[in-house]
């Protein structure tokens, strides 16, 4: 066995074996743990675990000690070793029998807190052991409510030990490929289920967006959740997730972590045979974060490090095998980057990944194009890696011709002899050489590009051949031949030759002085062929080159030549067949605009002065085309076109001009973007438009403000309206004209995005206009059009951010309606859209960011360090919250009321996420800015009556959210408006009301003001009249304190509140309020009337919640035992109730609390209000019961209380009584109390609640004063509290006879003497007759007080017939008592009690009259009355007889009965017999001679005998006259009845 000694650390173990012995001993042990030292209880639980270890337990035993251990652990709470200890005895138990460590997660006291986290890691670990399967779905479902509760970093740590657990035992049967509802107690559809509610908890309930401990467990848990979650459901989690993921790695959690959670997770979705379209969207995001992981350094010693760097390859794998082409480019755009890390993690890639996929040719291309932009590059640090990555790519035949050609020539630039290349990378060459073919190497060997390497090739050939030799493979050269693949062609020779040529005839014509002759020339010119672009070009640089000499006649030229364009009489083109009308057309268009474009660009500028006129020309070519105008003759115009503004927006002379044509020609493109179809795409035109309108921005005039507001409009709903992406491919014919279809739909948004950039350079203070004219399509019921728009709103304002350039300060003057339509966005029901708005709201805050920075930079101020870093796009995405949060600085007071206005309407959007959102924005703004508000009123009606709709429930609940957030910050404004509302108040309004207790510091601010109404109506004296302001007050109060969350803020103000609202109870009680008046109705629930209620009781009833809300329900409790409600219901009867609700108070409250109402009441005790007055004194009086508040230094109690009593009020007289009799029971007070005796004794004779305090507070003074003092007060009190036992009020007597019986108990401690003994006889009789009442509490009373009298005058038998009298044994007891007391023999006690009761036959109370009655013959019946002195009959019989007349016919009879009685007592055998003993006795008294028993006194005679023989003589007459006659009469009566017999009759 083992011992534990207290203050030692010695323990024993011999012979020890786990019994039930040493159990016992244990939880004696840890029974007193709280006294030993940490190393006492250390030892045994060492020793404990050993034991168990090494011995198998019985399974109630087990069971025992597992109690024991989590009890040590839930009570003491145990930390670092010791907690280890606690953690490892679990263990050892739950080796043996799983299931009971496992079961003690859901004991009943852990369902409102967390279990230990000892108990946590064990169950963890457990979870693993062989035998706790069947515990698998059970212990989940608890996990998952604790998820919700951990808080702190170590309970989540403890969690996650379970949680691992969990994930990885469930994974391992489900790889086994084991039915696991056979083996687990969960099936594979709910432990999905269970998966996936995990996941949304963790994201949901956890912060986990920092670099903790916490943080990288749960990376871990995730991993394996995706694997048990349904692909389904985790396919759509991708793109919360990938965000997630990318949130980490900039809090820089360890990147393992962070590579293991990607690679499980594309693992995962590649198990379900497709990633999906979220994965495909999030692609770049996700190499993105694998690049960086791989570019981190691996250590070799770290484990982490190397699986960092495998996991991450993995994962490239994976993804290439889903996503092949896809995954090569996005890979492939790390190598533009020019940042060796990336490439050289790029080379690790494709070298790991290139082997395990398909070669595809697509693929081939793409994996050279990288290796040549590497070559391209040709960066030091990548050489190294590039080789090896090349040497494996010719292994795998990847050299075509031209691409080969250039990797070979890199490969010999770095093999020659003289570079400064390290001779690793030289041997690499090498080797890489030699893997080229032996006559492709004689090729390179020869050529005059390579005499630098002549030396190394030529070895590397000669080696070749020499191994080929060796093999017996005679290298054959004969058949190669070099061929001469660098001499220009005859096709190239020819081209060279007619541009030049048409260079000749230019500067031919431009050296002639001949003005006709240039004229023909350039006429005959530009009527040559044209077919070709060669030629068309070859016309314009000649009439460029002519132009630069003979500007006017060239323009001229064209001018006239344009007219075949315009004029059907003249025109050649309409000679063609119509067919080729259209195509001649765009010739001869290209033809001018080109030469245009030609002579801008060798003009020195004397073009500019007949540009205006050119483009006016260019204008009427189109309106006045002489053929039809369909869709390939517009493309052909807008090109020629484009290229002619192109030219002249180049020319930096051309800022120097105006061109009053560019609003015209702005307008004409917006006319042919305006007849492009809305329901489809098939040309390029609207693109086209856009893209000339954006390349024409530069020249003057600038566009107006109108003209971009129609420019924008025009565009926007040329673009945005076009159907969906898919749609538009359903419509395509083939694959190919679908991904054209696609293709041209995307390069049309670019068009539309780069229009857009060019008009904010233009202007950038107007870009919130620019937003604006977005708000239709950010609003569209169509998703494509929805997200169109988000995505240029976010692509303008990250061009804006990026701008770098605000010189110009960009004004948002209507900020609060622009960051609430791009917030809304960012809860939209399609993910891109919220992260596209996620996107632009960032890039919207980055620039009033920069805008902050360069004012503060201006004024000279520090700039503002890590703000730009607090926010990110991943921070909005989804999160109206930090939105606000955000932007709250930036909004000006009408911004904010602005953005509040709009986001209201909102609330009632078809789509459940955006009218969220919308409320979302309200709470947030609220809470950051909510004190800025303006128009408070026009919010508040505005939420309201959007709260009586149809509102979705969440958003209703933000709504609710948001208005308590105003009322917070805005009390004094909302508050009365919704107090004015009428009663009783619909739902909504009650709603609101319940909002407003569910926050904290909006709970305080309503509450203050409410109890401020409440103290200012009824500071003084109102009139009778019933106000309409303090009753909606309690209305508004029984929501607000109906919730759970205003415990805190109720708690801060209860003191104050609970006065407050008892006053107004008081005020209310008085009134003359209407019947059946209803203020407020409460629902009770589904399915049930709701719950109508008056102001007294809405009143009573916030009462009740306001001890419920401040978490002392024992209150409530104690109320409703002593019925306090009742008594607060009645004027009469209210300083009652407030007296028991104070006792509640006292009872259940912490002293902290008492003080707190006792500081708030001192104040009022003397108010000229009488309520307040009796309120705060009847709290004050009750107060006292409690130790610490009668204690309270530099308070003069009494003082108070004494004043009181004199006032002639009773209630005051009564309250301050209490408060005396409260006083009384803490030490310290007998002195000064028992001087009051004689002051409190004179209240005993009052008003019944008066002399009911007088007799507590002298009850009070005895049993908890001095010892010295009580016998002393006893006595000098109990001449009046004796009557007070037969008074004839109930509760008056049930007072004073309770005192007696707990005075009697007092004076018993201290042995009274024979004074006190005999004040203590006197209240027997009262006490016997009190007992007869028929009053249940009386007859309690009565004998509690007599159990107490038999235990001080010593009658221990009678003490258990008086503990248990009720109402059906009183008489029973009374007689048993008689009984007793004549057995006493003592005579002389029971003629001092039967006189005693004599005094109560002249009672004006019938009851007492007939109870002395009763007393009298229910003790004569046990005296021997025969053995009674004579006078002392006589005396009974008079005093008897004299009630023979009462007028109460009960008590005459009993009257009659008792005399009856009494004479059967007396003469037992005959009268006559009688009468002779009688007239015997009295001669024997006569003549002096003794009889045979002398006669005993019952009572004491007033006065003594006298020996005069006259006196003696006529006393002894009259003592005998009696008998005497009566034995005449009795003679008399014999002769009478004789018969009469004279002589013999036979005479």
Request: charged share 20%; glycine share 4%.
């Given at each position: 066995?083992?011992?534990?000694?207290?203050?030692?650390?010695?323990?024993?173990?011999?012979?020890?074996?786990?019994?039930?012995?040493?159990?016992?001993?244990?939880?004696?042990?840890?029974?007193?743990?709280?006294?030993?030292?940490?190393?006492?209880?250390?030892?045994?639980?060492?020793?404990?675990?050993?034991?168990?270890?090494?011995?198998?337990?019985?399974?109630?035993?087990?069971?025992?000690?597992?109690?024991?251990?989590?009890?040590?652990?839930?009570?003491?709470?145990?930390?670092?070793?010791?907690?280890?200890?606690?953690?490892?005895?679990?263990?050892?138990?739950?080796?043996?029998?799983?299931?009971?460590?496992?079961?003690?997660?859901?004991?009943?006291?852990?369902?409102?807190?967390?279990?230990?986290?000892?108990?946590?890691?064990?169950?963890?670990?457990?979870?693993?052991?062989?035998?706790?399967?069947?515990?698998?779905?059970?212990?989940?479902?608890?996990?998952?409510?604790?998820?919700?509760?951990?808080?702190?970093?170590?309970?989540?740590?403890?969690?996650?030990?379970?949680?691992?657990?969990?994930?990885?035992?469930?994974?391992?049967?489900?790889?086994?490929?084991?039915?696991?509802?056979?083996?687990?107690?969960?099936?594979?559809?709910?432990?999905?289920?269970?998966?996936?509610?995990?996941?949304?908890?963790?994201?949901?309930?956890?912060?986990?967006?920092?670099?903790?401990?916490?943080?990288?467990?749960?990376?871990?848990?995730?991993?394996?959740?995706?694997?048990?979650?349904?692909?389904?459901?985790?396919?759509?989690?991708?793109?919360?997730?990938?965000?997630?993921?990318?949130?980490?790695?900039?809090?820089?959690?360890?990147?393992?972590?962070?590579?293991?959670?990607?690679?499980?997770?594309?693992?995962?979705?590649?198990?379900?045979?497709?990633?999906?379209?979220?994965?495909?969207?999030?692609?770049?995001?996700?190499?993105?974060?694998?690049?960086?992981?791989?570019?981190?350094?691996?250590?070799?010693?770290?484990?982490?490090?190397?699986?960092?760097?495998?996991?991450?390859?993995?994962?490239?794998?994976?993804?290439?095998?889903?996503?092949?082409?896809?995954?090569?480019?996005?890979?492939?755009?790390?190598?533009?980057?020019?940042?060796?890390?990336?490439?050289?993690?790029?080379?690790?890639?494709?070298?790991?990944?290139?082997?395990?996929?398909?070669?595809?040719?697509?693929?081939?291309?793409?994996?050279?194009?990288?290796?040549?932009?590497?070559?391209?590059?040709?960066?030091?640090?990548?050489?190294?890696?590039?080789?090896?990555?090349?040497?494996?790519?010719?292994?795998?035949?990847?050299?075509?011709?031209?691409?080969?050609?250039?990797?070979?020539?890199?490969?010999?630039?770095?093999?020659?002899?003289?570079?400064?290349?390290?001779?690793?990378?030289?041997?690499?060459?090498?080797?890489?050489?030699?893997?080229?073919?032996?006559?492709?190497?004689?090729?390179?060997?020869?050529?005059?590009?390579?005499?630098?390497?002549?030396?190394?090739?030529?070895?590397?050939?000669?080696?070749?051949?020499?191994?080929?030799?060796?093999?017996?493979?005679?290298?054959?050269?004969?058949?190669?031949?070099?061929?001469?693949?660098?001499?220009?062609?005859?096709?190239?020779?020819?081209?060279?030759?007619?541009?030049?040529?048409?260079?000749?005839?230019?500067?031919?014509?431009?050296?002639?002085?001949?003005?006709?002759?240039?004229?023909?020339?350039?006429?005959?010119?530009?009527?040559?062929?044209?077919?070709?672009?060669?030629?068309?070009?070859?016309?314009?640089?000649?009439?460029?080159?002519?132009?630069?000499?003979?500007?006017?006649?060239?323009?001229?030229?064209?001018?006239?030549?344009?007219?075949?364009?315009?004029?059907?009489?003249?025109?050649?083109?309409?000679?063609?067949?119509?067919?080729?009308?259209?195509?001649?057309?765009?010739?001869?268009?290209?033809?001018?605009?080109?030469?245009?474009?030609?002579?801008?660009?060798?003009?020195?500028?004397?073009?500019?002065?007949?540009?205006?006129?050119?483009?006016?020309?260019?204008?009427?070519?189109?309106?006045?085309?002489?053929?039809?105008?369909?869709?390939?003759?517009?493309?052909?115009?807008?090109?020629?076109?484009?290229?002619?503004?192109?030219?002249?927006?180049?020319?930096?002379?051309?800022?120097?001009?105006?061109?009053?044509?560019?609003?015209?020609?702005?307008?004409?493109?917006?006319?042919?973007?305006?007849?492009?179809?809305?329901?489809?795409?098939?040309?390029?035109?609207?693109?086209?438009?856009?893209?000339?309108?954006?390349?024409?921005?530069?020249?003057?005039?600038?566009?107006?403000?109108?003209?971009?507001t129609e420019l924008l409009q025009t565009c926007f709903q040329s673009v945005l309206c076009l159907p969906s992406t898919e749609d538009l491919q359903k419509e395509a014919s083939s694959s190919q004209e679908a991904q054209a279809t696609e293709d041209l739909l995307m390069e049309t948004l670019q068009s539309l995005l780069r229009l857009m950039e060019t008009l904010i350079v233009e202007m950038p203070s107007q870009i919130q206009y620019c937003l604006e004219h977005l708000n239709i399509w950010l609003n569209s019921q169509n998703d494509n059009e929805r997200e169109r728009a988000t995505w240029c709103a976010a692509r303008i304002l990250g061009f804006t951010a990026k701008w770098n350039n605000f010189g110009v300060e960009i004004k948002f003057s209507r900020l609060g309606c622009l960051v609430r339509l791009l917030a809304m966005r960012c809860q939209d029901p399609v993910d891109n859209i919220c992260f596209l708005s996620s996107q632009a709201v960032y890039n919207l805050y980055r620039i009033l960011l920069l805008q902050k920075q360069m004012q503060r930079k201006k004024q000279g101020l520090w700039e503002e360090e890590g703000k730009s870093e607090v926010y990110s796009a991943n921070v909005f995405y989804n999160n109206t919250f930090e939105i606000a949060k955000a932007f709250a600085e930036y909004f000006t007071e009408m911004q904010l009321t602005h953005l509040v206005l709009t986001a209201m309407e909102g609330l009632t959007d078809s789509k459940a996420t955006v009218s969220l959102a919308a409320a979302q924005l309200m709470s947030a703004v609220m809470k950051e800015r909510g004190r800025d508000m303006i128009k408070i009123e026009e919010i508040v009606e505005g939420i309201v009556g959007r709260l009586n709709l149809q509102l979705e429930p969440n958003t209703k609940e933000e709504t609710m959210r948001a208005m308590c957030l105003l009322a917070g910050n805005n009390t004094h404004r909302v508050v009365p408006m919704l107090l004015n509302k009428t009663l009783p108040w619909d739902r909504t309004n009650l709603a609101l009301w319940k909002a407003f207790g569910t926050r904290r510091e909006t709970t305080i601010s309503v509450l203050q003001l409410l109890i401020g109404i409440l103290e200012k109506l009824h500071s003084r004296e109102e009139s009778r009249e019933m106000a309409f302001q303090p009753v909606a007050v309690t209305c508004a109060l029984c929501e607000m304190l109906s919730g759970s969350l205003c415990q805190e803020a109720v708690q801060e103000l209860y003191p104050r509140l609970l006065l407050a609202i008892l006053h107004h109870l008081y005020w209310v009680i008085e009134q003359n309020v209407p019947q059946k008046m209803v203020v407020y109705n409460r629902e009770e629930g589904p399915g049930r009337k709701s719950k109508p209620f008056d102001p007294t009781?809405?009143?009573?009833?916030?009462?009740?919640?306001?001890?419920?809300?401040?978490?002392?329900?024992?209150?409530?409790?104690?109320?409703?035992?002593?019925?306090?409600?009742?008594?607060?219901?009645?004027?009469?009867?209210?300083?009652?109730?407030?007296?028991?609700?104070?006792?509640?108070?006292?009872?259940?409250?912490?002293?902290?609390?008492?003080?707190?109402?006792?500081?708030?009441?001192?104040?009022?005790?003397?108010?000229?209000?009488?309520?307040?007055?009796?309120?705060?004194?009847?709290?004050?009086?009750?107060?006292?019961?409690?130790?610490?508040?009668?204690?309270?230094?530099?308070?003069?109690?009494?003082?108070?209380?004494?004043?009181?009593?004199?006032?002639?009020?009773?209630?005051?007289?009564?309250?301050?009584?209490?408060?005396?009799?409260?006083?009384?029971?803490?030490?310290?007070?007998?002195?000064?109390?028992?001087?009051?005796?004689?002051?409190?004794?004179?209240?005993?004779?009052?008003?019944?609640?008066?002399?009911?305090?007088?007799?507590?507070?002298?009850?009070?003074?005895?049993?908890?004063?001095?010892?010295?003092?009580?016998?002393?007060?006893?006595?000098?009190?109990?001449?009046?509290?004796?009557?007070?036992?037969?008074?004839?009020?109930?509760?008056?007597?049930?007072?004073?006879?309770?005192?007696?019986?707990?005075?009697?108990?007092?004076?018993?401690?201290?042995?009274?003497?024979?004074?006190?003994?005999?004040?203590?006889?006197?209240?027997?009789?009262?006490?016997?007759?009190?007992?007869?009442?028929?009053?249940?509490?009386?007859?309690?009373?009565?004998?509690?007080?007599?159990?107490?009298?038999?235990?001080?005058?010593?009658?221990?038998?009678?003490?258990?017939?008086?503990?248990?009298?009720?109402?059906?044994?009183?008489?029973?007891?009374?007689?048993?008592?008689?009984?007793?007391?004549?057995?006493?023999?003592?005579?002389?006690?029971?003629?001092?009690?039967?006189?005693?009761?004599?005094?109560?036959?002249?009672?004006?109370?019938?009851?007492?009259?007939?109870?002395?009655?009763?007393?009298?013959?229910?003790?004569?019946?046990?005296?021997?009355?025969?053995?009674?002195?004579?006078?002392?009959?006589?005396?009974?019989?008079?005093?008897?007889?004299?009630?023979?007349?009462?007028?109460?016919?009960?008590?005459?009879?009993?009257?009659?009965?008792?005399?009856?009685?009494?004479?059967?007592?007396?003469?037992?055998?005959?009268?006559?017999?009688?009468?002779?003993?009688?007239?015997?006795?009295?001669?024997?008294?006569?003549?002096?001679?003794?009889?045979?028993?002398?006669?005993?006194?019952?009572?004491?005679?007033?006065?003594?005998?006298?020996?005069?023989?006259?006196?003696?003589?006529?006393?002894?007459?009259?003592?005998?006259?009696?008998?005497?006659?009566?034995?005449?009469?009795?003679?008399?009566?014999?002769?009478?009845?004789?018969?009469?017999?004279?002589?013999?009759?036979?005479?």
């Amino acid at each position: 066995m083992f011992i534990v000694m207290v203050g030692s650390s010695e323990i024993t173990d011999r012979n020890l074996d786990v019994s039930e012995k040493n159990i016992k001993d244990f939880m004696e042990a840890l029974q007193v743990a709280g006294q030993l030292s940490a190393d006492n209880v250390l030892q045994t639980l060492k020793l404990l675990k050993v034991k168990i270890l090494n011995n198998k337990m019985a399974t109630p035993r087990c069971q025992k000690v597992t109690d024991i251990i989590v009890d040590y652990m839930k009570t003491m709470k145990p930390e670092g070793e010791l907690e280890e200890l606690c953690t490892e005895v679990l263990l050892a138990l739950g080796f043996q029998s799983p299931g009971i460590v496992i079961f003690k997660l859901w004991d009943r006291w852990h369902l409102n807190n967390l279990p230990p986290n000892g108990l946590l890691v064990a169950v963890g670990r457990l979870i693993f052991c062989q035998g706790a399967d069947p515990y698998i779905g059970v212990t989940w479902e608890y996990i998952l409510h604790l998820l919700r509760m951990a808080q702190k970093e170590d309970d989540m740590l403890a969690v996650c030990h379970v949680l691992k657990g969990l994930v990885i035992s469930a994974r391992k049967h489900l790889d086994l490929g084991t039915k696991n509802d056979e083996i687990m107690d969960i099936t594979q559809e709910a432990l999905s289920i269970k998966a996936y509610l995990t996941l949304r908890v963790l994201f949901n309930r956890w912060s986990l967006r920092s670099n903790n401990k916490v943080t990288e467990e749960a990376l871990v848990i995730i991993g394996h959740l995706f694997f048990l979650i349904p692909p389904s459901k985790l396919k759509n989690q991708v793109n919360r997730l990938t965000r997630w993921l990318m949130t980490l790695m900039s809090a820089k959690v360890a990147p393992f972590y962070i590579s293991q959670c990607i690679f499980q997770l594309i693992d995962a979705l590649a198990l379900s045979g497709c990633g999906g379209i979220n994965l495909e969207s999030q692609l770049g995001n996700i190499i993105d974060m694998l690049f960086k992981q791989l570019s981190e350094t691996v250590e070799d010693s770290n484990h982490h490090s190397v699986q960092n760097h495998s996991l991450a390859l993995k994962a490239f794998y994976i993804l290439t095998k889903l996503y092949n082409d896809r995954v090569v480019t996005l890979i492939r755009e790390n190598v533009e980057s020019k940042d060796p890390a990336k490439i050289i993690s790029t080379i690790q890639i494709f070298t790991d990944v290139l082997q395990k996929v398909p070669q595809t040719e697509k693929l081939k291309n793409e994996v050279m194009h990288s290796v040549i932009i590497m070559i391209q590059e040709d960066l030091k640090p990548v050489r190294r890696a590039l080789l090896n990555f090349i040497e494996m790519l010719i292994q795998h035949d990847y050299l075509a011709p031209h691409q080969g050609s250039i990797i070979i020539n890199y490969v010999i630039k770095l093999s020659e002899s003289d570079c400064s290349n390290e001779e690793d990378i030289q041997l690499t060459c090498s080797k890489i050489l030699q893997m080229v073919t032996l006559p492709k190497l004689i090729t390179l060997v020869c050529q005059p590009s390579n005499t630098l390497a002549f030396v190394p090739l030529s070895k590397m050939a000669t080696k070749m051949a020499l191994r080929a030799r060796s093999l017996g493979q005679v290298p054959y050269l004969s058949s190669f031949h070099l061929r001469p693949t660098q001499f220009i062609s005859p096709q190239k020779l020819l081209t060279h030759l007619v541009a030049f040529l048409y260079k000749f005839f230019g500067f031919t014509l431009r050296t002639s002085r001949n003005i006709k002759m240039v004229q023909m020339m350039l006429s005959a010119i530009l009527q040559t062929v044209h077919e070709e672009l060669q030629e068309r070009e070859g016309i314009a640089v000649a009439l460029s080159i002519v132009s630069m000499k003979h500007l006017k006649v060239t323009l001229d030229q064209l001018q006239a030549y344009s007219a075949i364009l315009t004029d059907k009489n003249s025109s050649s083109i309409l000679k063609l067949m119509k067919e080729h009308q259209q195509r001649e057309w765009g010739l001869v268009c290209n033809i001018i605009y080109l030469s245009y474009s030609k002579i801008i660009s060798e003009s020195k500028g004397a073009i500019f002065m007949h540009l205006d006129d050119i483009l006016a020309m260019v204008l009427q070519h189109y309106r006045n085309c002489i053929v039809e105008k369909d869709k390939n003759l517009k493309l052909e115009y807008l090109d020629a076109l484009t290229k002619l503004i192109n030219i002249l927006s180049s020319q930096p002379m051309a800022f120097q001009f105006k061109f009053p044509q560019k609003i015209e020609i702005v307008t004409f493109m917006m006319e042919l973007i305006r007849e492009e179809p809305m329901n489809s795409i098939s040309s390029s035109i609207r693109q086209r438009a856009m893209n000339f309108i954006t390349n024409f921005r530069k020249l003057h005039p600038l566009t107006e403000v109108e003209e971009r507001t129609e420019l924008l409009q025009t565009c926007f709903q040329s673009v945005l309206c076009l159907p969906s992406t898919e749609d538009l491919q359903k419509e395509a014919s083939s694959s190919q004209e679908a991904q054209a279809t696609e293709d041209l739909l995307m390069e049309t948004l670019q068009s539309l995005l780069r229009l857009m950039e060019t008009l904010i350079v233009e202007m950038p203070s107007q870009i919130q206009y620019c937003l604006e004219h977005l708000n239709i399509w950010l609003n569209s019921q169509n998703d494509n059009e929805r997200e169109r728009a988000t995505w240029c709103a976010a692509r303008i304002l990250g061009f804006t951010a990026k701008w770098n350039n605000f010189g110009v300060e960009i004004k948002f003057s209507r900020l609060g309606c622009l960051v609430r339509l791009l917030a809304m966005r960012c809860q939209d029901p399609v993910d891109n859209i919220c992260f596209l708005s996620s996107q632009a709201v960032y890039n919207l805050y980055r620039i009033l960011l920069l805008q902050k920075q360069m004012q503060r930079k201006k004024q000279g101020l520090w700039e503002e360090e890590g703000k730009s870093e607090v926010y990110s796009a991943n921070v909005f995405y989804n999160n109206t919250f930090e939105i606000a949060k955000a932007f709250a600085e930036y909004f000006t007071e009408m911004q904010l009321t602005h953005l509040v206005l709009t986001a209201m309407e909102g609330l009632t959007d078809s789509k459940a996420t955006v009218s969220l959102a919308a409320a979302q924005l309200m709470s947030a703004v609220m809470k950051e800015r909510g004190r800025d508000m303006i128009k408070i009123e026009e919010i508040v009606e505005g939420i309201v009556g959007r709260l009586n709709l149809q509102l979705e429930p969440n958003t209703k609940e933000e709504t609710m959210r948001a208005m308590c957030l105003l009322a917070g910050n805005n009390t004094h404004r909302v508050v009365p408006m919704l107090l004015n509302k009428t009663l009783p108040w619909d739902r909504t309004n009650l709603a609101l009301w319940k909002a407003f207790g569910t926050r904290r510091e909006t709970t305080i601010s309503v509450l203050q003001l409410l109890i401020g109404i409440l103290e200012k109506l009824h500071s003084r004296e109102e009139s009778r009249e019933m106000a309409f302001q303090p009753v909606a007050v309690t209305c508004a109060l029984c929501e607000m304190l109906s919730g759970s969350l205003c415990q805190e803020a109720v708690q801060e103000l209860y003191p104050r509140l609970l006065l407050a609202i008892l006053h107004h109870l008081y005020w209310v009680i008085e009134q003359n309020v209407p019947q059946k008046m209803v203020v407020y109705n409460r629902e009770e629930g589904p399915g049930r009337k709701s719950k109508p209620f008056d102001p007294t009781s809405c009143a009573l009833e916030v009462v009740k919640l306001v001890f419920v809300a401040a978490a002392y329900e024992g209150v409530v409790v104690y109320a409703n035992q002593h019925h306090c409600w009742d008594l607060l219901s009645s004027p009469e009867f209210y300083y009652i109730g407030i007296m028991d609700l104070t006792s509640g108070i006292v009872k259940n409250c912490e002293p902290a609390i008492l003080h707190r109402i006792l500081n708030l009441i001192r104040n009022i005790l003397y108010s000229s209000n009488y309520h307040r007055r009796i309120l705060a004194r009847t709290f004050y009086a009750q107060l006292l019961w409690h130790r610490s508040v009668a204690q309270t230094v530099g308070q003069d109690f009494l003082g108070n209380l004494i004043k009181w009593t004199n006032e002639p009020n009773i209630i005051m007289k009564e309250v301050g009584l209490r408060g005396i009799s409260n006083l009384a029971l803490h030490p310290g007070q007998s002195e000064s109390l028992k001087s009051q005796v004689p002051f409190l004794r004179d209240f005993l004779k009052n008003e019944a609640r008066v002399t009911m305090q007088a007799v507590k507070s002298l009850r009070n003074i005895i049993c908890f004063g001095k010892q010295q003092n009580t016998k002393v007060v006893f006595c000098s009190i109990s001449k009046q509290l004796r009557p007070l036992i037969n008074d004839e009020r109930d509760l008056v007597k049930i007072s004073a006879t309770s005192a007696l019986g707990h005075m009697l108990h007092r004076v018993h401690k201290f042995k009274p003497g024979a004074i006190t003994r005999r004040e203590i006889y006197s209240f027997l009789v009262p006490l016997l007759l009190s007992i007869q009442d028929n009053n249940t509490e009386v007859v309690k009373a009565c004998g509690g007080a007599l159990t107490e009298w038999t235990k001080v005058i010593g009658w221990s038998s009678l003490t258990q017939t008086f503990q248990h009298t009720t109402l059906s044994d009183h008489i029973q007891v009374l007689e048993e008592t008689c009984k007793y007391l004549v057995g006493t023999k003592n005579i002389q006690l029971v003629g001092e009690f039967l006189s005693q009761s004599f005094d109560f036959l002249t009672s004006p109370q019938s009851f007492l009259r007939e109870a002395a009655i009763n007393f009298i013959g229910l003790t004569i019946k046990r005296l021997t009355m025969k053995r009674i002195h004579e006078d002392d009959v006589e005396l009974l019989q008079n005093a008897i007889g004299s009630l023979r007349n009462d007028p109460v016919e009960s008590i005459q009879s009993l009257v009659t009965t008792t005399l009856k009685n009494l004479d059967e007592y007396l003469n037992p055998e005959s009268m006559s017999a009688s009468r002779m003993s009688q007239l015997s006795n009295n001669i024997f008294k006569v003549t002096g001679m003794k009889t045979s028993e002398r006669k005993k006194r019952l009572f004491k005679t007033v006065k003594q005998e006298r020996d005069d023989d006259d006196n003696q003589k006529k006393n002894i007459w009259n003592w005998l006259r009696g008998p005497l006659n009566s034995l005449c009469n009795w003679h008399n009566r014999r002769v009478k009845t004789t018969p009469l017999i004279i002589g013999n009759s036979d005479k």
